[in-house]
């Protein structure tokens, strides 16, 4: 039997997409996907909803569901980590913290305070899940979904021996939205593609086999086809006005994967004041609005489900189902992964996190090296990169202390964080944090 368990099952959007897309290859032979959540509620829409979209297509695959994770992990080839912590009122007094004290954030899940705190939350969690493979499934690959992705990878391969690798839709999904600016379709384009996860760079980007670049640079330089594009088209209910992006292909040569509101908060340039936030279009804090639009959305699928209508299902851009499919059957993929760095990226660190395109195959997943990277784009990278390594530490340091003079000092590192406050008020805002995370943290 070839068994798929998914931990943090209750993001019904997500998984709905992963199982769909597994549900659509017909000649995999996937028998049982098992899905984990503490959240019975959820778990029981979800599963509810995973076995009507396997009714409709007629898969013999089963599909069970548990809050207990030990129950579903034995014998498990694949395990998937979605897991978080915290909730949305957490988050919520985080922004209210970072932003008194000035330091605005946009999404906070992936660097700076917010990604900083949300992995000392996550990590102890998810080393949890990896001894409990070690034990249960010794010989099962990890992917991880979850953000801080290389906060939490880095954590999972300096104190684990699980094989364990980061998925993110940011490279494909970028790649995509690239084709739209261009007005071409996909079966048309072909790229390259390596850096850190948020942070990747399209070191080409071919139409036809001829260089894109000309005429993505001839954009960057006219705002009113940015503006264009964001008007005639709409990602997740906001209007995508990627300012930032197109900025940095201008200012540094190279086009960045994730989205401009991730971006703004990587880099010391465009939150520093309230005018800045405004004019590059990165005001709104979509995560937030999606988060407090979950409970409708589960009303929603409750409703579907008890419905007679189809659930529609259609191939997403998730790497998951197509790495699994080229691991069982031979038919080679490659997907951008986050690994951890020996000699592929030679100008950023080793032992560093870095997203590299993989081959899959039966023979496993294989990282690609890359070599060097435009120096700037390593320098970019690099400043990241700081927090990261410091960050994964203070999740596995076990003294309380240690683990709070760690944290500090990554969120020193922040580009973002170090632009507006002196190491004073960093010191402040860090221990206002610490206090207000002090019941989901392990000490």
């Not at 104190?159 to 993110?168: N, Q, V």
């Not at 939205?177 to 996860?197: F, H, P, R």
């Not at 979950?294 to 997403?316: F, M």
């Amino acid at each position: 039997m070839s068994k798929l368990v998914i931990i943090g099952a209750g993001s019904t959007v997500f998984v709905k997409s992963l199982v769909g897309d597994l549900l659509l290859l017909n000649n995999l032979k996937l028998d049982v996907v098992s899905l984990v959540d503490i959240d019975s509620k959820k778990l029981e829409i979800i599963q509810k909803l995973i076995n009507k979209a396997k009714d409709q297509i007629g898969s013999s695959i089963k599909i069970e569901a548990t809050t207990d994770r030990k129950k579903v992990l034995a014998g498990a080839d694949y395990v998937v980590s979605t897991v978080d912590i915290g909730g949305i009122d957490l988050y919520r007094r985080e922004l209210e913290i970072t932003d008194r004290f000035g330091v605005n954030q946009n999404v906070a899940d992936t660097l700076g305070p917010g990604g900083v705190f949300k992995g000392l939350r996550v990590v102890p969690i998810i080393i949890d899940i990896c001894r409990d493979i070690k034990e249960l499934c010794p010989n099962a690959i990890l992917f991880n979904y979850s953000n801080p992705m290389c906060i939490i990878m880095l954590s999972i391969l300096y104190a684990t021996e699980i094989e364990a690798y980061g998925l993110c839709h940011s490279v494909q999904g970028t790649a995509d939205l690239l084709a739209n600016y261009l007005g071409v379709s996909m079966d048309k384009v072909s790229y390259l593609c390596a850096g850190i996860n948020h942070m990747a760079w399209y070191l080409t980007y071919k139409v036809d086999g001829i260089d894109a670049y000309p005429k993505l640079k001839a954009i960057a330089k006219d705002k009113r086809l940015i503006e264009k594009f964001a008007e005639d088209n709409e990602y997740g209910n906001i209007k995508l006005y990627d300012y930032v992006r197109f900025s940095m292909l201008e200012h540094f040569g190279y086009f960045i994967t994730e989205s401009p509101y991730h971006l703004s908060e990587y880099l010391p340039y465009f939150r520093r004041n309230q005018n800045t936030i405004k004019n590059y279009k990165v005001d709104t804090r979509w995560h937030l609005e999606l988060l407090k639009g979950k409970d409708d959305y589960y009303r929603q699928v409750r409703e579907i489900v008890s419905g007679g209508k189809d659930i529609e299902i259609k191939k997403s851009l998730e790497y998951l189902p197509d790495i699994i499919h080229a691991l069982e059957t031979g038919v080679y993929f490659r997907a951008n992964i986050n690994v951890l760095n020996r000699n592929l990226i030679d100008n950023l660190p080793q032992n560093s996190c870095v997203e590299v395109p993989c081959l899959v195959g039966k023979d496993g997943i294989r990282p690609l090296k890359v070599g060097n990277l435009p120096e700037q784009c390593a320098a970019l990278n690099r400043s990241n990169i700081g927090v990261q390594i410091l960050a994964a530490k203070a999740c596995l340091e076990p003294d309380k202390d240690k683990k709070k003079e760690l944290a500090k000092m990554a969120i020193k590192l922040d580009p973002l964080t170090s632009a507006v406050l002196t190491l004073d008020k960093i010191d402040d805002m860090v221990e206002e944090l610490f206090k207000l995370n002090r019941s989901y943290l392990r000490t």
